[in-house]
C-alpha cells in the first residue's frame, strides 16, 4: 500500500509512506513498512527576468556605456513560505545574476532581497569593455535555505554602433577615371558609405563621394585627372536615432587615371631578356626586366601585355606562344617557365611588350639548351605463385625511400601495391640505385636480393613465389 499527497504550492516535499505485508502472512510474518521524502523540483521562489536597455528587433544591445549599463531586473512574483508558521514565514533570500559568453562566465552577483516578492535588480557596468558578442543573462532566486528556484533566462547581443572599416576596397585604372568597388557593410545600424581620396599615401585627403547606400558597392570618380595616382580609403557611417556614428577608414588602396589611347603614339621601353634551363629537366626558364610605358611627359596608356616568341632556329617565328598578362600601373609579371621545351632541345625565345593603344617593344633574341633525358628505370615484380596473391613494397636501398607503381617517392610505406598471383606489376619511372622488394602472402613475409643497380635501363625483374 502506497500512500502519497502532492504538495500544495506552500511546501517544499511530502513524505511518501510504504507499506509492503502479506494477506496470511507466512512464517516467519514479512512486514514492511518506509518512509520516502520526496522534494519538489524547484524548491525556491519562482523569478522572471528583464533586461535594459531593451535589445532591439535582432536582440541587439548597442554601446551598453554609462549611463546605459546593461540592468538586470529579476521579478518575484511570490516568496516561498514555509509550511508551518501562523502566518507563513516569507523566505526568500537572495537572487543571483550570472552572466555568460559561448557558455564562459563572464560575471555573477547575489542581491539580497528582503524575504519578500518584488523586483531586485543589478547594473553590469562591466558591458562597457566586455567582448561583443551573444550573451546568456540569467536570474534564480534562493530561499532561505538555499533551496533554489527554476532558473530564468533570455540572450542579448552586445555590439557597438560604431562599425568596423570597411572591407573588400579595390581601385581600377580606366581612360581619365578610376572605378571603386567594395563589400557591403554587415552593421544592423548602417546607414551609408562615405568615399575619400588623397593625393599623398598616408593622408586622408577629401571625401568626394557620400552618401552610398548598402545596395551601390561600386563608385566610379570621374573628377579623377589622367597619369595622376591616387589614394582612396573607405568609411561606413551607421545612425542610432538622430546620432551618426563612422568608422575608421580602411587601408587606402591606389590607382592612376589611363591616357585616351589617342593621345599614347610611343612604344613601352624594351624588356631585357634573360632564359635559362633547368637542370635534369625539360624546361626552359625566362625573366625580363618590366618594361615602361613612356616615362613623363609623354603620356601613357599603360602597360598591358607581353607576348613571349619561341623559335628553332631564331629566324622562323610563328604565333605567341604566351600571353603575359598585366594590370596597368599595378602590377607586372616578369618570368615565365616553358615547360614543353623538351629535352636535349635549343630554343630561341624574344618578348614583345605591349601597352593599351597597342604601342609595342621587343627584346633582343635569347637562347638555351635543355638537359639530356634522363634514363628512365623499370621495375617488374612477378608474382609466379600460381594459388596466392601477394602485397608489395619497393624500396631503395641507398636513399631507403618507397616507390609506387607510377614511380611516386615516400618516406613512409605507402598502401601495397598488390600483385596477383601468376602476375606481374611494373614500377616506373624509377631514379638509379639499388631495390629491395618486399612482399607478403597471406602474413608470410618475403624479401629480395638487391635487383638492379645504376648501370643500364633494365628491364629489371624480380621474381617472388
Known amino acids: 500500500m502506497t500512500t ?47 533586461i535594459t536597455p531593451t535589445p532591439d528587433l535582432n536582440g541587439v544591445i548597442f554601446d551598453p556605456v554609462a549611463p ?6 529579476a521579478t518575484v512574483p511570490e516568496a516561498w513560505r514555509g ?25 555573477s552577483q547575489d542581491v539580497l532581497t528582503s524575504g519578500m516578492s518584488g523586483q531586485y535588480r543589478w547594473t553590469w557596468t562591466g558591458a ?14 534562493f530561499a532561505s535555505d538555499e533551496s533554489a528556484g527554476e532558473e530564468a533566462g533570455l540572450y542579448a547581443r552586445l555590439d557597438s554602433s560604431i562599425p568596423d572599416p570597411p572591407t573588400g576596397l579595390q581601385a581600377f585604372p580606366q581612360v581619365n577615371q578610376v572605378l571603386l568597388q567594395w563589400d557591403p557593410c554587415p552593421h544592423s545600424l548602417f546607414d551609408h558609405f562615405e568615399i575619400w581620396r588623397s593625393d599623398t599615401l598616408g593622408q586622408a ?17 570621374t573628377s579623377a585627372a589622367a597619369g595622376t595616382k591616387y589614394y582612396y580609403s573607405l568609411k561606413a557611417v551607421t545612425r542610432q536615432g538622430m546620432t551618426f556614428f563612422t568608422s575608421l577608414a580602411c587601408p587606402q588602396v591606389s590607382a592612376t587615371p589611363l591616357w585616351p589611347l589617342t593621345d599614347d603614339t610611343t612604344p613601352p621601353s624594351a624588356p631585357v631578356l634573360t632564359v635559362a634551363k633547368v637542370a635534369s629537366q625539360p624546361t626552359i626558364n625566362l625573366t625580363w626586366t618590366a618594361s615602361v610605358d613612356n616615362p613623363p611627359p609623354t603620356p601613357p596608356s599603360g602597360l598591358d601585355h607581353y607576348l613571349i616568341y619561341r623559335s628553332a632556329n631564331g629566324s622562323t617565328w610563328g604565333t605567341a606562344i604566351k ?30 611588350a605591349f601597352d593599351l593603344a597597342l604601342n609595342f617593344s621587343t627584346s633582343t633574341v635569347k637562347s638555351a639548351t ?82 638492379f643497380s645504376a648501370t643500364g635501363a633494365g628491364p629489371y625483374v624480380c621474381t617472388i613465389q
Not at 602590377?331 to 630561341?348: I, L, N, P, Q, V
Open 68 to 73: 546605459n549599463y546593461v540592468t538586470l531586473t
Open 323 to 352: 600571353v603575359v598578362q598585366v594590370v596597368p600601373f599595378v602590377t607586372t609579371d616578369t618570368s615565365w617557365a616553358d615547360m614543353t621545351a623538351g629535352w636535349s632541345t635549343t630554343w630561341y625565345y624574344r618578348i614583345e
Open 370 to 451: 635543355t638537359d639530356a633525358a634522363p634514363t628512365i628505370y623499370t621495375l617488374t615484380v612477378r608474382n609466379a605463385s600460381t594459388t596466392r596473391n601477394a602485397s608489395v613494397w619497393v624500396r631503395n636501398m641507398s636513399t631507403l625511400l618507397y616507390y609506387t607503381t607510377r614511380g611516386a617517392p615516400s618516406s613512409t610505406p605507402p598502401a601495397f601495391t598488390t600483385v596477383n598471383k601468376n602476375n606481374k606489376k611494373d614500377f616506373k619511372p624509377l631514379p638509379p640505385g639499388s631495390y629491395q622488394v618486399y612482399a607478403n602472402f597471406n602474413g608470410q613475409a618475403y624479401v629480395s636480393t638487391p635487383v
Open 205 to 221: 585627403g577629401s571625401v568626394i563621394a557620400s552618401p552610398i547606400d548598402n545596395q551601390n558597392t561600386t563608385y566610379t570618380d
Open 4 to 50: 502519497f499527497v502532492a504538495p500544495n504550492q506552500t511546501e517544499q516535499y511530502k513524505d511518501v509512506s510504504v507499506h509492503v505485508y502479506w494477506v496470511g502472512a507466512p512464517l516467519p510474518v514479512k512486514d514492511v513498512y518506509q518512509v520516502t521524502r520526496i522534494y519538489r523540483q524547484f524548491a525556491g521562489p519562482s523569478v522572471s527576468l528583464g
Open 83 to 107: 509550511s508551518s508558521g501562523t502566518p507563513p514565514v516569507p523566505l526568500t533570500s537572495r537572487v543571483t545574476f550570472s552572466i555568460t559568453l559561448n557558455d564562459v562566465p563572464v560575471d
Open 128 to 141: 562597457a569593455t566586455a567582448t561583443l558578442g551573444l550573451y546568456k543573462f540569467t536570474a534564480v532566486a
